[in-house]
Protein backbone atom coordinates (compact mmCIF):
# COMPACT_ATOMS: atom_id res chain seq x y z
CA UNK A 1 0.00 0.00 0.00
CA UNK A 2 1.58 3.10 -1.09
CA UNK A 3 2.49 5.91 2.08
CA UNK A 4 0.39 9.03 3.23
CA UNK A 5 1.44 12.35 1.84
CA UNK A 6 1.57 15.50 2.92
CA UNK A 7 -0.33 17.87 1.31
CA UNK A 8 -0.07 22.16 0.55
CA UNK A 9 -0.33 24.88 -1.64
CA UNK A 10 1.21 24.86 -4.99
CA UNK A 11 2.50 28.46 -5.88
CA UNK A 12 3.34 28.83 -9.54
CA UNK A 13 1.80 28.35 -12.64
CA UNK A 14 2.50 24.93 -13.42
CA UNK A 15 -0.76 23.02 -15.06
CA UNK A 16 -2.70 21.72 -12.30
CA UNK A 17 -2.20 18.03 -13.30
CA UNK A 18 1.09 18.37 -13.10
CA UNK A 19 0.71 19.54 -9.94
CA UNK A 20 -0.77 16.97 -8.51
CA UNK A 21 1.50 14.37 -9.77
CA UNK A 22 4.86 15.86 -9.45
CA UNK A 23 6.21 14.58 -6.36
CA UNK A 24 8.72 16.80 -4.06
CA UNK A 25 11.42 15.45 -1.56
CA UNK A 26 10.47 13.59 1.28
CA UNK A 27 9.64 15.95 4.60
CA UNK A 28 11.23 15.17 7.90
CA UNK A 29 9.20 15.52 11.31
CA UNK A 30 11.06 19.29 11.45
CA UNK A 31 9.12 20.40 8.23
CA UNK A 32 6.03 20.28 10.28
CA UNK A 33 7.30 23.02 13.23
CA UNK A 34 6.23 25.99 11.84
CA UNK A 35 3.30 24.36 10.05
CA UNK A 36 -0.83 23.97 11.14
CA UNK A 37 -1.61 20.44 11.03
CA UNK A 38 -5.59 20.08 9.71
CA UNK A 39 -6.68 16.51 10.37
CA UNK A 40 -9.94 14.15 11.23
CA UNK A 41 -11.32 15.05 14.79
CA UNK A 42 -10.27 11.94 16.33
CA UNK A 43 -7.29 11.33 19.24
CA UNK A 44 -3.64 11.85 18.80
CA UNK A 45 -3.19 8.27 19.43
CA UNK A 46 -5.15 7.53 16.29
CA UNK A 47 -3.28 9.94 13.66
CA UNK A 48 -0.52 7.86 12.35
CA UNK A 49 1.37 11.26 11.51
CA UNK A 50 1.39 11.22 14.71
CA UNK A 51 1.66 8.22 15.77
CA UNK A 52 4.32 7.16 13.21
CA UNK A 53 5.85 10.32 12.35
CA UNK A 54 5.43 13.23 14.77
CA UNK A 55 6.25 11.54 17.99
CA UNK A 56 9.25 9.10 16.71
CA UNK A 57 10.98 12.57 15.47
CA UNK A 58 10.20 14.62 18.45
CA UNK A 59 8.72 17.26 17.03
CA UNK A 60 5.08 18.67 16.71
CA UNK A 61 3.21 21.24 14.42
CA UNK A 62 2.78 24.99 15.85
CA UNK A 63 -0.67 24.37 15.84
CA UNK A 64 -3.35 21.54 15.36
CA UNK A 65 -7.26 21.88 14.44
CA UNK A 66 -9.64 19.61 12.93
CA UNK A 67 -12.15 19.64 10.16
CA UNK A 68 -14.71 17.17 9.98
CA UNK A 69 -15.03 16.38 5.97
CA UNK A 70 -12.31 15.42 3.53
CA UNK A 71 -13.41 18.15 1.22
CA UNK A 72 -13.57 20.89 4.14
CA UNK A 73 -9.72 19.88 5.09
CA UNK A 74 -8.52 19.95 1.25
CA UNK A 75 -10.29 23.14 0.85
CA UNK A 76 -8.40 24.63 3.52
CA UNK A 77 -4.99 23.26 2.50
CA UNK A 78 -6.06 24.60 -0.89
CA UNK A 79 -6.80 28.06 0.38
CA UNK A 80 -3.35 28.01 2.45
CA UNK A 81 -5.16 27.73 5.98
CA UNK A 82 -2.79 25.10 7.04
CA UNK A 83 -1.39 21.36 5.49
CA UNK A 84 -3.00 17.92 6.08
CA UNK A 85 -2.25 14.03 6.10
CA UNK A 86 -4.19 11.89 4.04
CA UNK A 87 -3.99 8.84 1.97
CA UNK A 88 -1.85 9.57 -1.66
CA UNK A 89 -4.99 7.74 -3.46
CA UNK A 90 -7.25 10.06 -1.51
CA UNK A 91 -5.88 12.87 -3.18
CA UNK A 92 -6.13 11.72 -6.38
CA UNK A 93 -9.71 11.10 -5.82
CA UNK A 94 -10.77 14.03 -4.69
CA UNK A 95 -8.39 16.71 -4.83
CA UNK A 96 -7.35 16.43 -8.33
CA UNK A 97 -9.60 19.85 -9.27
CA UNK A 98 -7.75 21.18 -6.49
CA UNK A 99 -3.99 23.18 -6.24
CA UNK A 100 -2.62 20.54 -4.42
CA UNK A 101 1.37 19.48 -3.82
CA UNK A 102 2.21 16.42 -2.47
CA UNK A 103 5.08 16.17 0.06
CA UNK A 104 6.29 12.25 0.82
CA UNK A 105 6.46 11.81 4.57
CA UNK A 106 9.86 10.44 5.93
CA UNK A 107 11.64 7.76 3.86
CA UNK A 108 10.13 5.09 4.99
CA UNK A 109 6.47 6.33 4.57
CA UNK A 110 3.36 6.26 6.83
CA UNK A 111 2.45 2.55 6.58
CA UNK A 112 -1.38 1.12 7.08
CA UNK A 113 -2.87 -2.12 7.87
CA UNK A 114 -6.74 -2.35 6.88
CA UNK A 115 -8.14 -6.22 8.45
CA UNK A 116 -11.80 -7.80 6.61
CA UNK A 117 -13.54 -10.22 8.90
CA UNK A 118 -15.85 -12.64 7.24
CA UNK A 119 -18.05 -15.27 8.89
CA UNK A 120 -17.25 -18.89 7.58
CA UNK A 121 -18.20 -19.95 4.31
CA UNK A 122 -19.10 -16.42 3.44
CA UNK A 123 -16.17 -16.09 1.14
CA UNK A 124 -17.37 -17.51 -1.90
CA UNK A 125 -20.34 -15.13 -1.95
CA UNK A 126 -20.07 -12.81 -4.89
CA UNK A 127 -19.42 -9.45 -3.70
CA UNK A 128 -17.41 -10.43 -0.83
CA UNK A 129 -15.31 -12.55 -3.59
CA UNK A 130 -15.24 -9.78 -5.78
CA UNK A 131 -13.54 -7.44 -2.96
CA UNK A 132 -11.12 -9.75 -2.19
CA UNK A 133 -10.44 -10.05 -5.90
CA UNK A 134 -10.54 -6.18 -6.62
CA UNK A 135 -7.75 -5.28 -3.50
CA UNK A 136 -5.70 -7.99 -4.46
CA UNK A 137 -5.76 -6.79 -7.91
CA UNK A 138 -4.95 -3.00 -6.73
CA UNK A 139 -2.69 -3.99 -4.21
CA UNK A 140 -1.16 -6.59 -5.48
CA UNK A 141 -1.49 -10.41 -4.06
CA UNK A 142 1.47 -10.71 -1.76
CA UNK A 143 -0.02 -7.66 0.54
CA UNK A 144 -3.17 -9.15 0.63
CA UNK A 145 -3.65 -12.33 3.60
CA UNK A 146 -6.31 -14.40 3.38
CA UNK A 147 -6.82 -16.15 6.28
CA UNK A 148 -8.93 -18.98 6.01
CA UNK A 149 -9.45 -19.11 9.65
CA UNK A 150 -12.48 -16.51 9.39
CA UNK A 151 -14.79 -16.14 12.70
Known amino acids: ?24 TDAVPQDLIDEELITYP ?3 ERLDVYTQ ?7 RPR ?7 TELMLQLVAAKRGIS ?3 DWL ?8 PLQPV ?5 RISKSIHLGIRKGEGAVDYLAGFLATARDGWGSKDINTNNDSV
Open 104 to 108: RLGEE
Open 85 to 87: VVP
Open 63 to 69: RHRTAET
Open 53 to 59: FLVPGRC
Open 1 to 24: MAGKMLFRQKIGDKQLEECCRETV
Open 42 to 44: VSF
Open 91 to 98: LHEEGMAL
